[in-house]
Structures are given as structure tokens and as C-alpha cells.
């Protein structure tokens, strides 16, 4: 990917492969060299199309491309792109590439804890594989999404949690994300209460085995107007130092 533009949104340096997660520009006429990857891979398209084998995929395209599996990847209009490289694992179970358009999938009949349930959440499953312990997943919350009396509960994760924002607002106890906001968060960190103004539409990835979601016993008061306080990497913390200054200023 040498000739797109990319912004490097996670990278695990401590792995061979040093797996990432990364948005890229996909210029028009763009082709990956045969056999460029040997990570598996996940694409979700944002923007343009992206052929994968000779399929398309479109905008909410999702595409599965296990290393083992031979791929011809390419754009002929361009594309935006989330690309999301892991490593390939004794235990991954996939080897076939599989393509979903998530516009023409159904929501999944699934149902959360009353606890949440003012957050009227829906899923989309895209890839889950046990063995190894991935699951993607498409997530909306709806509009004016507040918990009872202004109190919620915080929850974690026995694995790790990684969130790109499409569209909508989803407010935390670190501030508001909004369309193209990313978190990557190791598992057992507390997160929320969370509430959403306009409602959010997110793709969601969890990895690590015993995926749950647990929530706190005792409820938190949900500041609606958050400060922006993320936790950033050392070399990313000078960016919460950016401060707005007049230009009307003589
Ligand atoms: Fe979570």
C-alpha cells in the first residue's frame, strides 16, 4: 500500500506481523501486487468501491480475505477504506473470502440487558470466528439514547474492543465521538455511561476469548456535554494540547 494515503489508527508492534488497523486512500486504477498480505485481513468500505476477487464492494462493504486465500485487490474508481490486518492464527477456522453488502443483511434477533436497553441497540454479526476469538460487528444506537434519571453503568470486557465511528455521536465519560472518532481498548478497562444525541452507527471489533460484556453494580451520573479527555499514546498526547486561538485578534 506504499502508493495510498493511509492513516495508521492502531499497529501492534509487539507481534511479527506487526498488525495494524489503518484508513486508506485507495487512489483510481489502484491494485495490491499478488500475495502482498500474509496477515488475514478485514475491509470495511467506506467511500467508492473496492474489487475483491472480481467482486465489488461498495460503501458498508465488508470483506474477509483469510491469508491462507488468494486475493486480487483492487480499485478502479478509488475507495476510502478501513483495512484491518491480524495475525493468522493456528486457530483461525476461515479460509474462504466472504463478501457481505451490510446494507442487504438483516439486523440480528438478539437481545441485551435491560440495563442497556434505553440505548436501544441492533447488531449486525459480520465475522465471527470462536476459535480465535474475533468478532466484528456492526452496532447502532438510536437517537436521544439516555439512561434512566441521567445514571448508567459503566461495563468491560474480558477482551479487547476496538470502535470506528460511521456516523451519529456517541457520548462516554471521555468525551463525544462523532463520525471517523476510533478507539482501540485493551480488555478490563471500565467504559461509560454512554448515552447518544442523534444516534450512532459504529463498526465494532472484539478480540480475545469469553467475549461478555459486564456491567458495574453501581450507576454514574451521564454528563451529556463530556470534556474531550481520551487516553493517547505518549507520542499522540501533545494533540490534547492544541488549544482554539481568535484569528480576529488584533
Ligand atoms: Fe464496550
Redesign the pocket.
Known sequence: MADCDSKLLSVDDRSPQNDFTAVVNLPPGWRAPESAFDADLEIFVLEGVVGVNGMAVGGDGYALVPAAAGVNLHSDTGARALFFALPRLETTTETEIRVIDCWNIEWDDVSYSGEVAFLGLRRKTLHVDEPAGRRSVLLAVQSHAIPPERRGRK?H?PCT?EFYLLGGDLISDRGTMREGAYFWRPEEIE??PFASRTGCLAFVRFQGHNFA?HLSEETHEIDLYPQYRPILPAEMCRKLDWEWRSAFRT
Open positions: 461495563e470486557h474492543e467504559h461509560g460484556n
